[in-house]
C-alpha cells in the first residue's frame, strides 16, 4: 500500500516534475515548467475586447437593436464582445428604477427589457457570422435577494451571526446577497449554469464579476467542463497570477490603470507606468493576457469620464493600451466620444456620432492585428526599452526581433522633449505607424516630442 501511495504522489506531481526519483521516472526534471497549464483559443491571441452596456447602446435597449450595430463593430475589427450581465434583475432593495444588472434574479433566463431569448440567441449567430466572439458578464458571488434560490436552497447563501442573510462582507452591494461556496451543490449549479449558456446559445466565454470573490478551485472545474464542450475566453475583474493557470486567459490590468492615471495627476513622467511593466515583465507569467483599458462600466459610472480623467494625456494612454503588453479593451461610446458618466441604475442612452477618436481605434486595432509582436500574452513579444535621454518623462522600447519588430516612444509627461537613443535595439528602417512616413534610426538619431506626445514605427 505504501507503495501504490508512492506511484499516486509521483502522478500528481505530474506538471511540475517529469519523474520522482527511485520510482522509474528518471529524476527530478529542472527545465522550465508553463505556469499556465491550458491553450488559449487560437482567436483571443490578437484579440481586442469591446464592453456592450445593451440597456445604454441603443434607444431600444435590446439585443434586436444591438445586433444591428454588430456590423460596424466587426468592420472597426474589434474581436470579442463583451456583454454585460443579460439576466432578470431583482425587485428587492433594487437600486434606482431599473436596478442593477450585477443583482441576478434567475442565472438561466434573459432580462425581458433586453429581449427574449430567441433574439438573445440571434444575437450570438450573427456576431458569430461575422467573425466576432461573445462573452457574458457573469456575477458567481451573490445574487439579487428575490433570487429564487434563497428559498429553494437557503443553505447555499452566507449568513450573519443571526443567521440572516447578507450582501457580501464590506461592500454596498445592498441589492444582493452573498453565496457561500463551502457548499458543493451551489458549485454543481453554478457551474452548470455557466455551461448552459455555452452550450445552448453558443456564447464564448465569461467576464468574472469580483472573480477573486469567489473560491479559486471553483474556477478552475468550471473552466475545464467549459473546455469540455468548446474552446473559451475567460476573463477575471481581478489581479491574481493564481488565476492564469487553470482557469483565466486574462486579468484586470488595474496597475496599469492606476500607474497611467497617476502619471497624468501629478505630472510625474514615465516612471510609474515604467514600473508596472517591469513588475509584469519579472513576476507575472508571460502567458498571461493583462487587460490593459482606458474607460469601462466602473470607471465611467463611478470614477469620472475617460477623457476628463486623462486629459490631454487621453490618446497616448489609449496607444499604449494597445502597443505595450496587454489585451486592450474599448468601453462603448468611446468611439464616439462619450463626454458624460451614464447612469447605472436607470435608462442613459449613449450619444453616437462619429467621434475623434473613432479612427484612433480602428487604425490600433489594425496595427495590433498586423503586427504579430503586438499580439496578447506569450503570442506577442515581450517588452524591451530602449534607453534614452529623457527616462523621467519619455518611455521608449520594442517589441519583437529585426523585420517583426515595433518601435513606440511615448512622452508621459506635460513637457517638451527632443529625445536620443542608446544602444542599437532600434537601429534600421521603419514606417511612421500613424502617418506612413519612412524613418531611419542609427546612432545619433533624435526624436521631437510635444507633451504627452507619442510615436509609433514599425520595421520595415
Not at 453554478?190 to 464564448?204: H, K
Not at 508571460?286 to 469620464?305: E, K, L
Not at 521603419?430 to 520595421?459: E, H, K, M, P
Request: hydrophobic residues 40%; contains cysteine; negative net charge.
Amino acid at each position: 500500500m505504501m507503495r501504490r501511495f508512492g506511484i499516486a504522489a509521483c502522478a500528481s506531481l505530474a506538471l511540475a516534475l517529469s519523474g520522482c526519483d527511485g520510482l522509474g521516472g528518471g529524476g527530478t526534471s529542472y527545465e522550465p515548467q508553463p505556469y499556465v497549464q491550458f491553450e488559449n483559443a487560437e482567436w483571443t491571441r490578437d484579440a481586442v475586447i469591446y464592453q456592450l452596456n445593451t440597456r445604454q447602446f441603443t434607444e431600444a435597449g435590446t439585443f434586436a437593436a444591438a445586433q444591428e450595430q454588430l456590423p460596424r463593430l466587426a468592420e472597426m475589427g474589434v474581436d470579442i464582445v463583451w456583454l454585460m450581465p443579460i439576466h432578470p434583475i431583482g425587485e428587492v432593495n433594487r437600486k434606482g428604477s431599473m436596478g442593477s444588472p450585477y443583482a441576478v434574479k434567475d442565472y438561466r433566463a434573459v432580462n425581458p427589457d433586453l429581449g427574449t431569448e430567441e433574439e438573445f440567441r440571434a444575437f450570438v449567430d450573427t456576431a458569430h457570422e461575422l467573425g466576432l466572439k461573445v462573452i457574458l458578464d457573469w456575477v458567481a458571488n451573490h445574487s439579487a435577494w428575490d433570487n429564487p434560490l434563497t428559498v429553494e436552497h437557503p443553505d447555499w447563501y452566507s449568513r450573519t451571526p443571526e443567521g440572516e442573510l447578507t450582501p457580501p462582507e464590506g461592500t454596498d452591494w445592498v441589492d444582493t446577497v452573498d453565496f457561500d461556496y463551502s457548499n458543493p451543490e451551489l458549485r454543481e449549479y453554478m457551474t452548470g449554469s455557466l455551461t448552459y449558456w455555452v452550450r445552448e446559445f453558443g456564447i464564448d466565454g465569461y467576464r468574472a464579476d469580483v472573480a477573486g470573490y469567489v473560491p479559486l478551485d471553483f474556477w478552475e472545474t468550471a473552466r475545464a467542463e467549459l473546455e469540455a464542450i468548446k474552446p473559451v475566453f475567460m476573463l477575471a475583474e481581478w489581479q491574481t497570477r493564481d488565476l492564469h493557470a487553470r482557469s483565466f486567459d486574462a486579468t484586470y490590468a488595474w496597475g496599469w490603470k492606476e500607474a497611467m492615471q497617476e502619471l497624468v495627476s501629478n505630472g510625474g513622467g514615465a516612471g510609474a507606468v515604467r514600473g508596472y511593466y517591469l513588475a509584469q515583465k519579472t513576476t507575472w507569467p508571460h502567458a498571461a493576457y493583462r487587460m490593459t483599458y482606458t474607460d469601462n462600466h466602473d470607471q465611467n459610472s463611478w470614477d469620472g469620464v475617460a477623457s476628463e480623467i486623462y486629459g490631454p494625456a487621453y490618446e497616448a494612454a489609449i496607444a499604449l493600451s494597445f502597443v505595450g503588453p496587454g489585451m486592450p479593451l474599448i468601453y462603448n461610446g468611446q468611439e464616439a466620444d462619450l463626454d458624460r458618466q451614464l447612469a447605472f441604475f436607470e435608462k442613459d442612452q449613449i450619444d453616437w456620432k462619429e467621434g475623434q477618436y473613432d479612427a484612433l481605434f480602428r487604425q490600433l486595432i489594425a496595427l495590433k492585428t498586423k503586427e504579430k509582436a503586438l499580439w496578447n500574452g506569450s503570442h506577442g513579444a515581450p517588452m524591451t526599452e530602449v534607453p534614452n535621454s529623457a527616462r523621467d518623462d519619455v518611455l521608449s522600447f520594442v517589441r519583437g526581433e529585426g523585420a517583426d519588430r515595433v518601435f513606440a516612444i511615448f512622452n508621459l509627461s506635460p513637457r517638451e522633449h527632443s529625445v536620443t537613443f542608446n544602444l542599437a535595439r532600434h537601429h534600421g528602417a521603419f514606417t511612421d505607424a500613424q502617418s506612413g512616413d519612412q524613418a531611419q534610426f542609427a546612432d545619433g538619431s533624435s526624436v521631437d516630442l510635444a507633451a504627452w506626445n507619442y510615436r509609433i514605427f514599425t520595421a520595415d
